[in-house]
């Protein structure tokens, strides 16, 4: 298959759908599906990461599809899988498009050149409330889901909502953890941090967990909490986290000042709702070791701890 004559370069944290978006943009074709359909793959099949209809793609644009590997979303039941890390779908959102509205406008340009608008990975996470580069709040996109993945088409059906929303204020909260996190789906250097044991979702997630225990105790209303609630939150627990295991160690040992009734002592019982989620997930990369952490520091005041984990 031959190369195609228009081609552009992949960006930075750009994903591969995002890209694909763009190429169909670029030689005039109205949808990143139809564009898929004329050269023999699936548009749907490459954005959930299908090996077959990247290859096919990759000849496209004159790579070779290792070369696409940092920009693919491997997509399954209930994960997907990013160059940066692992991710369950309740914290990566693959079915609406979420956009700093500033830098699409400086993406496209006075001339409205969709084509250059790309989406970026970092966007996609439920740990990421504003844009790092303008410090705006990120904004969701009311759109179809099955063409949620098709970036320039998107765009162009909503420029008018996208300028409205550039002219937001900036936002003075905290990004501690989200730049954490965005430096990690990036690949970039760790920090050498206590977090970086632990894979990146059940690290920012403890994290915001362990904010939302030091700012409203052990059985905080997660259900409630809205955006503001956890940025507030993850900064409070990424404050503590980033100092070390000691750190942390100490925080959580406040919890254990009451002594509790009844003869089966569990972790849970001082730990409330973050040891609760921890235990839930514990199957999902990092959730176990950092569950066994909580019980390891209950153990120190009660050494007949039951645990909560399935053994």
């Known amino acids: 298959m031959a190369k195609l004559s228009l081609t552009l370069p992949i960006q930075p944290s750009e994903t591969l759908p995002s890209y694909c978006s763009r190429i169909a943009a670029v030689n005039g074709i109205g949808s990143a599906s139809e564009f898929s359909a004329h050269f023999g793959f699936s548009f749907d099949r490459l954005a959930k990461g299908w090996h077959a209809d990247m290859e096919i793609f990759a000849e496209l644009v004159g790579k070779r599809p290792n070369q696409l590997h940092l920009s693919q979303l491997a997509q399954f039941r209930k994960t997907v899988e990013t160059y940066g890390g692992v991710f369950t779908r309740e914290f990566i959102d693959t079915d609406r498009c979420r956009i700093c509205p500033a830098c699409i406008l ?5 001339k409205y050149a969709f084509h250059r608008a790309y989406g970026r990975a970092e966007w996609m996470l439920r740990f990421v409330h504003t844009c790092p580069d303008h ?16 970036f320039a088409t998107q765009l162009r059906a909503i420029i008018r909502t996208i300028e409205f929303h550039a002219n937001e204020p900036l936002s003075n909260s ?8 965005i430096n990690r789906v990036r690949g970039g250097k760790l920090q050498s941090i206590w977090l970086d044991g632990f894979a990146i ?21 997660l259900e409630s909490f809205i955006s503001n609630d956890w940025i507030e939150v ?11 295991k000691a750190a942390v160690r100490t925080a959580l040992k406040a919890f254990l000042a009451f002594k509790p009734t009844g003869h089966r002592i569990r972790a849970s019982v001082f730990f409330g709702r973050l040891s609760a ?17 909580l019980e390891e520091v209950a153990l120190s005041r009660y050494p007949k701890l039951v645990t909560d984990l399935p053994i």
């Open 234 to 244: 993850a900064d409070i627990g990424f404050e503590i986290a980033k100092k070390g």
């Open 277 to 293: 989620e921890l235990v839930e997930r514990y199957d999902q990369p990092g959730y176990f070791d950092l569950a066994k952490f």
């Open 174 to 181: 905290p990004t501690g953890l989200q730049n954490y996190v």
């Open 106 to 110: 400086n993406d496209i340009g006075p």
């Open 201 to 221: 979702q059940a690290a920012a997630h403890f994290t915001e967990l362990l904010g939302a225990v030091i700012r409203d105790g052990s059985e905080p209303d």
């Open 135 to 150: 410090g705006i709040p990120l904004i969701r996109l009311a759109s179809d889901r099955r063409i949620a993945s098709d």
